[in-house]
C-alpha cells in the first residue's frame, strides 16, 4: 500500500470524482479517486458503477435514491459522483483507508471550562477519548453501508483499544448509543467488541441507570449482551473437581478458577470447596445455577 498511498485524492490517473455536498447541493469536499480502487474495496461502489454502465440511464435513478448521483455529461471521461448524505470526515477517511490501509482519527480540539488545571486535564482526557470513539462508531457505520469489512474489522479493533481506556467515561455510553443508531446489524463486530466490554466490567456498567436506558430502548443492543454471555459460558471452563458437601456428604462439583465456594443443591448450604474433601476430575453438565454469570 506504500505506493499505492501516493494516489490518494489526485488527480494522477483518476477516472473518477467525488464530490462531497450539502443539502443544497453546494459542494463541500472535492475528492480524486480511481474507480479500480473503489471498486476493489466496496461492494456497493462495485454494484454502483457496473449498474450504471450496464443498464444505462436507469441506474441513475437508483443511484440518486441512495444519495449519488453521477453527471451523465461527464462519464465517458470522469464521472462526478455527489455525496449528500454521509458525514464529510468519515467518508474522507473511508476514502483515505482505500488507499492506505488505515485512516486518522478527525476528531478537533477538545474544548474545557474547567477551573483547576487536574480536572481540566482529565476533562480534555476524557472529552478527546469520547471524540475517538465516536469517530470509529462513524466509521464503521460508514464502512457497513458501503460493504467494506476489513474497515469495519479495523475500525471495531481502534474502538477496542480507546474502549480499555474509558470505558467508564460518558463517551463509552454516547458510543453505544450512536452505533445502534446508526445500524440495524446485531451480532456486528463493533457490537461484539462493545458487548465484550461490557460484559467485562459488568458489575460496575449495569449499576449506570443510563445503560439501562439503553438497553431498554435498543433491544438489538440487550440482544448483543445476550449473546455475549452465551459466548462467554460457552467458552468457559465448565469441568471442575468433586468436593464433598460437609453437612450432607454428597458430592458437587466446584471449580477453583472460578469460586471459592461451593453450593450444595441437596441441602443448599454454601460451603469452602478449598478446604472441603475432594475426588477425582470430572466434567460438569453446566454451572450451578444459583451462581450467575452475569
Known amino acids: ?56 440511464s436507469s441506474a441513475a435513478f437508483l443511484l440518486r435514491s441512495r444519495g449519488v448521483e453521477i453527471d451523465s455529461k461527464k462519464e465517458a471521461l470522469s464521472p462526478i459522483i455527489d455525496i449528500r448524505d454521509d458525514d464529510t470526515e468519515s467518508f474522507k477517511a473511508m476514502l483515505e483507508y482505500f488507499y492506505t490501509s488505515d485512516y486518522d482519527v478527525q476528531t478537533g480540539t477538545p474544548e474545557c471550562t474547567q477551573d483547576t488545571q487536574i480536572s481540566k486535564a482529565t476533562k480534555i482526557e476524557e472529552e478527546s477519548y469520547s471524540l475517538s470513539l465516536l469517530f470509529h462508531i462513524r466509521i464503521y457505520a460508514m464502512a457497513d453501508r458501503y460493504e467494506v469489512p476489513s474497515l469495519q474489522a479495523l475500525a471495531a479493533d481502534k474502538f477496542r483499544e480507546v474502549a480499555k481506556k474509558s ?7 454516547e458510543a ?43 433491544p438489538t443492543f440487550g440482544h448483543d449482551l445476550m449473546l455475549e454471555m452465551r459466548r ?63
Not at 182 to 206: F, K, N, P, Y
Open 167 to 173: 470505558w467508564h467515561t460518558a463517551g463509552f455510553l
Open 1 to 56: 500500500m506504500a505506493g499505492l498511498s501516493r494516489y490518494y485524492n489526485t488527480a494522477d490517473l483518476s477516472d473518477v470524482t467525488i464530490c462531497l455536498v450539502d443539502e443544497r447541493l453546494d459542494v463541500l469536499h472535492e475528492l480524486k479517486a480511481h474507480r479500480i480502487i473503489l471498486c476493489s474495496h466496496s461492494k456497493w461502489f462495485m454494484n454502483a458503477f457496473d449498474i450504471r454502465y450496464k443498464v444505462g
Open 176 to 218: 453505544i448509543e450512536e452505533l445502534y443508531t446508526l445500524t440495524l446489524e446485531s451480532d456486528g463486530r463493533m457490537g461484539r467488541t462493545i458487548a465484550t466490554i461490557v460484559h467485562q466490567h459488568r458489575d460496575r456498567l449495569m449499576e449506570s441507570e443510563r445503560m439501562k436506558q439503553l438497553i431498554r430502548h435498543f
Open 232 to 294: 462467554q459460558w460457552q467458552s468457559s471452563c465448565r469441568g471442575g473437581t468433586l468436593v464433598m458437601c460437609t453437612k450432607c456428604k454428597q458430592f458437587v462439583v466446584w471449580s477453583p478458577d472460578s469460586y471459592s465456594r461451593a453450593i450444595c443443591f441437596k441441602c443448599g448450604i454454601a460451603f469452602n470447596g478449598r478446604s472441603a474433601k475432594t475426588t477425582s476430575q470430572a466434567k460438569a453438565p453446566h454451572r450451578p445455577r444459583s451462581i450467575s454469570t452475569w
